[in-house]
């Protein structure tokens, strides 16, 4: 599903929106969890999963067309854990 997707679906289930409405929601939603996890902070949503900030070191690399060692720097990566309400609907259990 993508964002216009999500957008719909929740158009469609709340009569009482209007579509601008419901996109605008959805667009707070994403940019306050972007914001939290730039300023380094957890998002948890209960039942669904926790975004987070894992940092990587700096390493080597190699360039796989060439074969020639580069040097990689360190970097932050976003980082999400599926909360257990989630998993378990994933694998079937009620």
Excluded: C
């Excluded at 940019?31 to 998002?43: P, Y």
């Excluded at 998993?87 to 009620?94: A, E, V």
Aim: charged share 35%.
């Amino acid at each position: 599903m993508i964002r216009s997707e999500l957008i719909q679906k929740i158009a469609d289930e709340n009569p009482h929106l209007t579509q601008r409405h419901v996109e605008r929601i959805v667009n707070t939603v994403f940019d306050e969890i972007i914001e939290a996890l730039a300023k380094g902070d957890r998002v948890e949503l209960r039942g669904f999963g926790a975004f987070s900030v894992k940092s990587r070191e700096a390493r080597v690399g190699r360039n796989p067309r060439t074969g020639e060692s580069v040097k990689v720097d360190d970097k932050k990566v976003p980082f999400f854990k599926t909360g257990k309400l989630l998993r378990d609907r994933l694998n079937g259990k009620s």
